[in-house]
């Protein structure tokens, strides 16, 4: 069956988002470097291995995994060469079962939540192919960045940031139109579904904190990393960013 973004040209949407590209790559190689041992990772929505250079060097076994055949044969081919490196095109709510009770020291899901109407379930079948105290590097988007809570009060919306339930970015035809979900989470209940699936929260970072057109088009990407890299883990106090990091070990 074919996966949504079997029609949709991924990379080439990440072409002129450099500046967000390597904000994740930031983040990934601290989150990296708080994990001691590493065995056997599984990047969860791969897509066409975007992130695979950032964690490649520290796994013996790596799996890529993702629902769209089009964006895994992408990967498949680029990492080829590396023999440790192996593919299997499933969805996440099957991969228990396609996995036969393997275990992965570190799972990665980055740019996957958002597309996931059943968080929790996600989250429990992490926890189901992780082994003891092994590691979750999670990304989501972030239903409190700055921009959304500012446009929100303006309106009189004073109860937005206490209102748990995601919001659905996108248009109503779209959603008529049974589309791909694209839902942004408040960052207290992903907190809250992680530790009652038993994880514990390591850290959490708030990423691509100045992506603007506007900057991005007149500052030089290095100055523009330079305050993301010193701003990624005070601003996560306040789920500033529009995307969320969470570092978490399952108990």
Not at 179 to 194: A, D, M, T
Request: positive net charge; glycine residues 4%; aromatic residues 12%.
């Amino acid at each position: 069956m074919a996966a949504a973004y079997d029609k949709f040209d991924y990379p080439l949407y990440w072409k002129n988002r450099s500046y967000e590209h390597e904000s994740e790559v930031l983040v990934l190689k601290e989150f990296l470097s708080r994990i001691p041992v590493i065995d056997k990772i599984i990047d969860i929505g791969c897509g066409f291995g975007r992130l695979t250079p950032s964690y490649i060097h520290r796994g013996k076994k790596i799996l890529l995994t993702d629902a769209s055949a089009s964006l895994l044969a992408l990967a498949r081919e680029k990492y080829q060469s590396y023999r440790k490196v192996n593919c299997l095109q499933t969805k996440i709510e099957h991969l228990p079962k396609k996995l036969h009770s393997r275990k992965f020291s570190l799972a990665l899901m980055i740019r996957v939540m958002h597309h996931i109407e059943d968080p929790d379930q996600a989250i429990k079948n992490i926890g189901l192919i992780l082994e003891p105290r092994g590691y979750l590097i999670l990304e989501f988007a972030n239903k409190l960045h700055s921009k959304a809570v500012f446009k929100n009060i303006c309106r009189g919306n004073l109860t937005f940031p206490y209102d748990i339930f995601p919001s659905d970015k996108r248009s109503l035809k779209n959603i008529k139109d049974q589309s791909i979900p694209f839902l942004n989470f408040h960052p207290g209940k992903i907190i809250e579904i992680l530790k009652n699936n038993n994880f514990e929260i390591l850290e959490l970072r708030s990423v691509s904190n100045v992506r603007n057109n506007f900057l991005k088009e007149n500052l030089p990407i290095e100055f523009l990393l330079w305050i993301e890299k010193i701003f990624q883990r005070p601003l996560a106090k306040i789920f500033f960013g529009p995307s969320i990091f969470v570092l978490a070990r399952k108990i």
